[in-house]
């Protein structure tokens, strides 16, 4: 029990609170199985998923990954190098479609926030748009001249947009 938490990256005084023992006390105990955890280092780490060590660094500074620092070297359980990869995945998701985002993409995907770029109305959620809404009506009735100029323009355009519309199916017809 104590090995499988220490090899899940717990720290000594970390077990010693689990388990009601001083982290003095559970160092001596892990000393008697030391072949049971395997503790690699970044750099062995990196080599052995060939990733540069700064992507490490980085998911580090991040809290995404969480290696122990028992003397002034970072340190990683097997189980932790295993989970890494599926770490990264998990927190380069695209937030709108689940897919993986490069890097450079703090967000979404490629498509994603080209579409987003498209169409930023219909790429705001529910509460933005209620948001979105708030704010245009607020604006209309601070605006009350210009907004309802803007209205009949629009007005107007769509009417237009109807008539040529018309107009192209009479053609048709
Ligand atoms: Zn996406």
Redesign the pocket.
Known sequence: MLIRERSKGKTLRQLGQMFGRSHERVRKVLAKYPSRVTLLSENSVAVKLGYPVWWLTKLRKESIINPIKPGGRWLYSEEQVRLIAALIAEARK??????P?PAGYPR??R???QYRRKHKYESLSLEAKAKHAKRCLAWQKANQEKAKKLLSRAHRKSQAEQGRGAMIADDRS
């Open positions: 695209c937030q709108q479609c689940s897919k985002r979404f995907c498509e994603c926030s």
